[in-house]
């Protein structure tokens, strides 16, 4: 097989592949977009949420760590416990969206983005000391990340020769539906248009007398709330791993780049591309690791800079907000 | 209608305003003139709440409003057109002037649009039109449409007639010659008089912050 050169029995699988990959990485995408529309900030506490909300799963449904991730809590019990974490990102959310559009408006961009950062590096030392201690169960070792118990439960189908669990199609089915009802809220509702406009021109937005804080607390709790979705989903699928979520966040930043952090479209499209490819690569089997990373990172960076030449003032325009 | 009262303001570490007083009738169009730096810009956003003011009151309906957030006055009946327009250019005119609808009941969205539609009817013909592509007077014009979307009792319009032609500039204070005469208190800044004279009641005279004339219009 020549470079990358995939036989055709292989397009299928790394269809399916790349579009459950794509479902993880548009989970962080969609909250980093909706947050940098309010607060003109990237979202590095999004992923910090994730982390959070992802051990406090595991430790409300007492999963022992077990890499077949078979778990003793029933249904409900889990069902309950994803509500729990999904209220809990909403509050982290609401929390850090009032700080950062209210008393902290005012800061430099820069400094608000090292301000989130430094969230994410925060709330993971606290997921460090609160959860991954021997004392609450955790126990780390060599091989496979443990996983959770998918609240969709254990089974999988066969999708063009490739086995998918209910876990993937949900998040793909999920992120659908979210990017669906996202975008008739942001096209087609006046809470849609105030966020637009914020988007648009924040200072403009405060003097027409939109409430920014108000706003801006609103949608941080939404992304609150996704990225402790997607913490339960990323637990189920990867397993209870904390440089895992990294790659997959810092990923989904790259991503979100594509669409300027303005466009919900452009940054899925993104998703799903950096997904096939990564699929691809897998599939195709004849590149190792480190070169299938750098080559698909070149590959982002190298659409990048073309949207930089085409585009010198961002994607925003093309996103079609 | 709106009173100010010897209010002094500005920025951390650089005071703009000081003890600048004004106030405004229901009905009445005042022009506040001053060059660059007088702190025309200040004192309006200081009214609006957009900057703090350190002293004095600002007053409206015999309330102060001083200590209220920006979006608490604009709720309250003061509304505010910004220099440069500030539309927001990627939404359409009818977005830009829904988004300038915060906390008018749903139910009355479309009567208000029609208000503005009848008084800049081209707004209504771009209305599915991206604000971006407006020409510089159509872009005045929603910028003032936007700023009546909250049905406010005190107009402020900074730098009106900046870059625009003189006939849209006329159009423009004839507008706001109307909505005068059903009540509403106006305030313009100008760096120049040009038709203040003409449509204005009044105007003061700002310099390095403080008030060095007041002189009766028309």
Redesign the interface.
Known sequence: MGFVALQSELVGPALILGIAAAGLYGLFAVPLVLTYQVSRTIGFVQGGITLFGMFLYWRIIGAPISISATGSASAVEQWLAVVVVVAVGAAMGAAYGWTVTGRLANWPRVRLTIYSLGWLLTLAAAVIMLFMTQRAGYRSGLGAPPRVPSVFGPRSFRLAGVAVTSQQIMTVALLGVLMVLLTAVLLHT?VG??I??IA??P??????????NLVGTGVYALAGALSALAGVFIAATIGLSLLGVMVIFLRSLTVAVVGGFMSLPLALAGCLVLGIVEAVFAVDGSLSLPTREVLLMGMFLLVVVLINKVRPLGV??AGG? | MLEVRRVCSGYPGMPVLFDVSLDVQAGELVAVLGGNGAGKSTLLKTILGDVRATSGEVILDGRPVTSLPTHRRVAAGISYSPEGRRIFSHLSTRENLIAGSYGAPTRKLGERLDLVYQLFPLLGERADQRAGSLSGGEQQMLALGRALMPLPRVLMAEELSLGLAPIVVTHLYAALRALCERGLAVIVSEQFQRLEEEYTDRWIVLERGTVVAEVGGR
């Open positions: 006046r248009t105030f637009r406009a648009d021109d200072d403009a937005g405060r003097w027409v007398g939109i409430p920014l925003i325009e907000r």
